[in-house]
């Protein structure tokens, strides 16, 4: 009878999981970044605003260096001071203490690809990137940048 009992437990609950796993949810379509459509951007949150940069564009294949905003508040993205130093896809971003991080990734050149080790800092104030040196575990892409 237990036995019984477990598995019809078991079966409404993984139908209740399904029910609410299958709800519908509505997403709400926001402004697109510039005219670009983009892959291996990076994103990371500053307080209320939102921050994309780098990643590669496949139209005119190039990588892209441009930083760009967004506003909740108002729904907009505003453009920002590009990033200076070599454009990049597949790399890291993070905020601490209200600055963002960016860095590693590859980029290529006569489809000879690079890969990068430094690591830069955004300060959304001043809006300027510096250098804050090179990461001691080396050059790497498409790796995972966090904090909490």
Request: charge should be negative; proline fraction near 3%.
């Amino acid at each position: 009878m237990k036995n019984i009992l477990l598995k019809a437990f078991i079966f409404i609950m993984l139908s209740a999981i399904t029910i609410i796993c299958n709800a519908q949810v509505a997403w709400i379509q926001r402004p697109d970044i510039g005219d670009l459509t983009r892959d291996g951007a990076v994103g990371f949150a500053i307080g209320e605003k939102g921050y994309v940069l780098g990643g590669r564009c496949h139209e005119p294949g190039q990588f892209l260096n441009d930083t760009w905003e967004y506003d909740p508040q108002t729904g907009a993205w505003t453009q920002k001071a590009d990033f200076q130093s070599q454009s990049r896809s597949g790399a890291i971003g993070f905020a601490i203490d209200g600055k963002g991080y960016f860095g590693l990734g590859y980029y290529s050149s006569n489809d000879i690809y690079y890969y990068l080790d430094d690591i830069w800092e955004y300060d959304p104030l001043t809006n300027q990137w510096t250098q804050k040196g090179l990461f001691p575990g080396g050059s790497r892409y498409a790796a995972l940048g966090l904090a909490t």
